[in-house]
């Protein structure tokens, strides 16, 4: 099991760029799949990006504005916001996983175990 910790979340305009991060502990950040969702309200959590086997994933919303990258050294992984837009708007929270798996169950909650609690990130039009 590993802890996650985000941070970086705040109220930013369209347009505007923030980049979060999730510090884990433990001794083998580096063999875990990490992962960022996130949930606005009423609605259900979604996929953002994944880095997983020193490859990275995106959901087509964000592909192209959002970029997820990993420090092994400072088990850190963090999530570049470019470009915000107010549909952006959500709690993000970063997931890790160590088992492997298909590159698809990458894309569900429900494939990890180890969550964050989330930082809110906030886009005003």
């Known amino acids: 099991q590993v802890q996650l910790v985000e941070s970086g979340g705040g109220l930013v305009q369209a347009g505007g760029s923030l980049r979060l991060s999730c510090a884990a502990s433990?001794?083998?950040?580096?063999?875990?799949?990490m992962a960022w969702f996130r949930q606005a309200p009423g609605k259900e959590r979604e996929f953002v990006a994944v880095f997983s086997g020193g490859n990275s994933y995106y959901a087509d919303s964000v592909k192209g504005r959002f970029t997820v990258s990993r420090d092994d050294g400072k088990n850190t992984v963090y999530l570049q916001m470019n470009s915000l837009k107010p549909e952006d708007t959500a709690v993000y929270y970063c997931a890790a996983d160590r088992a492997r798996r298909a590159v698809p169950e990458y894309f569900r909650p429900g494939t990890y175990g180890d969550w964050g609690q989330g930082t809110q990130v906030t886009v005003s039009s």
């Open positions: 433990g001794r083998t950040f580096s063999t875990y799949t």
